[in-house]
């Protein structure tokens, strides 16, 4: 905390100068800098994921008190009229701490000859896949503590490469009907999957940098007689190559005005799932996704995304060809939906409640084994100050039950941990609203 | 929302004005226009405009008319001009805008800029000309060209008055990005002796949501 706000008071002033000198350009730069801080109180039997615990939360009893979530600053330069660039540089002083970049992409928008418009961004970037992170930095307008699937996506899904999309009106000069198609290439994520299946589906705010290295739990190591007699520290870097071929995504999207969005996206990283490279295995992960956005009466808005896929890692043998005596040879399938509604009030209030319902379980055939099962919710408000302060409270209760708890580190199979996060944001912008 | 724009009588009108009670017929009058949609309800922002039975001497002087970018939209939405017209397109905004048309009748495009960067571009084709900003993918706007000095857009109660119609006869035809082509009513033929007339128009089926509805609060421009 204290380094973050050591780092947070420099890189404002820094941002200021750097503002001034880039002024004279008009918006041609742009930066904008924001500070996430607050107050936790958070209740967890076994710790926090982040510091080597068995909880699946951000914070835990150990970290109550003060906490800065994030310092962020993100670049937007204008190459050309139709070429831009966007880097997103995150400081967060949890797991590997430090500052690491989320974002780094070229986008190109040529300006449309017909009713097609056409995009293409070229890095590393998100997937246009979370309904809720619409915000500078992949931030959230609601919650603090992000969906599972959205945290997830956040922790372990970060395509290097390039991507295309296109948008049509469909009909009439006026016609509210509007079809959007994307489709994507893309290195690294070969890991994906790999936190998910060890931690379970978590709810934060934490977007991994492109360099993190993230703690798993501890791999147990089994004797012969198929008694666990230690563990061993493991990690993961989500955005490794391993296998060398490219993974993909592609997805297609309707919307009617700004009343009615519906989203139907199939993801793939297609790794290798006996590969290994650098200390990491491929984890072949697969997912298909439903988003749902609509503009309902009274001024509240819905939001829901359900996402399904797969995950396979086998662990049968050592690169060098030995036997692992690991033989949790991992096929499992995951799943997590959540409803989201969430009305502002007078513009600057907003209230949003939001029930998360998860799932990894092995597929049939195999020894049963509920990897992960249960729900949470979310009720948090928001209040935006000005376009520079916004403060606001937010509460998330998450019910688990995991039979590796028990089976792997003699835990209770299930627990509830819950948190409480009082936060306020400070935005500056140079060349831009912040 | 903008408000109900009646046009300045034309050069033509003001010659009548001019030489009104010396000769006969060249008494001007105003027409009233409401637009009411399948229940019966005022629909704003409709283009309603007259084209004369005869042609008009064509008028010279046409005001430059003003499509303005404020608070990332085009102002007004629905911008109605006589063919020929110089359109000037002020940004603003704090953000650049870089606005730009693929629409048959007007193809251009006006890169990144702020404030009054470029000369206004005139519109010399009839029909419909979509606009859009090549940065904010949710703005959207109509310049609607239309071949006579005689036009108006509907206010919030779906009225519009076209001002100093010179006495003669008229097809009056109303336009709405909002309606599918086929829904439009047919044209309406009003003849004007000098005295204001009064014409209510219906658009049939179903309209198309308007452009910014949905006060959710919802991100709508997400990638």
């Known amino acids: ?434 | 929302m903008p408000t109900s724009r009646a046009i300045r009588p034309s050069v033509q009108s003001a010659l009548c004005l001019l030489t009104l009670g010396m000769a006969g017929g060249c008494a001007a009058a105003a027409l009233d226009v409401t637009v009411v949609d399948e229940h019966g309800a005022p629909i704003e922002l409709v283009a309603v405009y007259a084209v004369p039975d005869k042609p008009v001497a064509s008028a010279p002087a046409k005001p430059t008319a003003v499509m303005d970018q404020k608070h990332k939209a085009f102002v007004p939405h629905v911008l109605v001009v006589q063919t020929g017209t110089s359109v000037d397109f002020p940004n603003n905004d704090t953000v650049s805008h870089h606005v730009y048309s693929f629409s048959d009748p007007k193809s251009f495009e006006l890169p990144l800029y702020k404030g009054d960067a470029h000369p206004p571009l005139v519109f010399d084709k009839p029909g419909i000309v979509v606009l859009g900003c090549n940065i904010h993918d949710d703005m959207l706007g109509y310049i609607y060209v239309v071949d006579t000095p005689y036009f108006a857009t509907t206010d919030d109660s779906g009225k519009a008055r076209i001002a100093a119609l010179p006495a003669g006869g008229y097809g009056v035809r109303v336009w709405t990005p909002r309606a599918r082509p086929g829904d439009l009513p047919p044209d309406v033929t009003v003849t004007l002796d000098g005295a204001d007339r009064g014409v209510a128009l219906q658009i049939k089926g179903k309209l198309a949501a308007e452009h910014d509805q949905g006060g959710s609060g919802l991100s709508w421009q997400r990638y």
Do not use: C
């Open chain 1, 1 to 434: 905390m204290a380094t973050l706000l050591k780092l947070a008071a420099p890189s404002l002033a820094l941002a200021a100068l750097a503002g001034g000198a880039l002024a004279a350009d008009g918006d041609r730069h742009q930066v904008r800098i924001e500070v996430d801080a607050g107050h936790v109180a958070a209740h967890s039997d076994m710790g926090s994921w982040l510091d080597d615990g068995l909880g699946k939360l951000r914070y835990s009893e150990d970290d109550g008190g003060l906490n800065a979530g994030r310092v962020f600053l993100e670049y937007r330069g204008r190459i050309a009229p139709t070429l831009s660039t966007t880097i997103v540089a995150d400081y967060v002083d949890d797991a590997s701490a430090g500052l690491g970049l989320t974002e780094a992409y070229l986008e190109w928008r040529p300006i449309p000859a017909s009713n097609n418009q056409h995009k293409v961004r070229a890095g590393a970037f998100y997937p246009p896949l979370s309904l809720e992170n619409t915000e500078t930095g992949w931030h959230s307008p609601f919650s603090y503590s992000y969906s599972a699937i959205d945290t997830w996506l956040g922790e372990e899904i970060r395509p290097i490469g390039v991507e295309w999309s296109m948008r049509r009106r469909l009909g009439f000069a006026g016609s509210p009907h509007e079809l959007r198609v994307f489709a994507a290439g893309f290195y690294g994520n070969d890991p994906a999957g790999t936190l998910l299946w060890w931690r379970g589906w978590s709810m934060h705010d934490r977007q991994s940098r492109l360099n993190d290295e993230l703690p798993l739990t501890p791999l147990p190591i089994w004797n012969f007689q198929g008694v666990i007699v230690g563990y061993r520290e493991q990690y993961v870097e989500p955005f490794q190559e391993i296998d060398h071929e490219p993974g993909a995504y592609a997805g297609i999207e309707w919307r009617y005005a700004r009343r009615v969005l519906l989203q139907l996206a199939r993801y793939d990283n297609r790794a290798d799932p006996n590969a290994f490279a650098a200390g990491y295995w491929g984890w072949h992960t697969a997912f298909t996704q439903v988003g749902v956005q609509l503009s309902l009466p009274w001024e509240l808005g819905l939001l829901a995304q359900w996402l399904d896929g797969e995950t396979y890692w086998i662990a049968g043998s050592r690169p060098d060809g030995t036997l692992s005596p690991v033989a949790a040879l991992v096929e499992d399938g995951f799943e997590s939906k959540y409803l989201m509604l969430s009305r502002a009030v007078r513009g600057n209030h907003r209230f949003s409640v939001r029930y998360d319902d998860f799932e990894i379980a092995r597929k049939e055939g195999l020894p049963a084994i509920v990897s992960d099962e249960g729900h949470a919710w979310t009720f948090a408000y928001r209040y935006e100050r000005s376009a520079r302060l916004s403060a606001g409270l937010e509460w998330l209760r998450m019910e688990s039950r995991r039979d590796l708890w028990r089976d792997f580190y003699a835990a209770p199979a299930s627990a509830t941990e819950w948190q409480l996060r009082l936060q306020m944001s400070y935005r500056v912008g140079m060349n831009t609203a912040p």
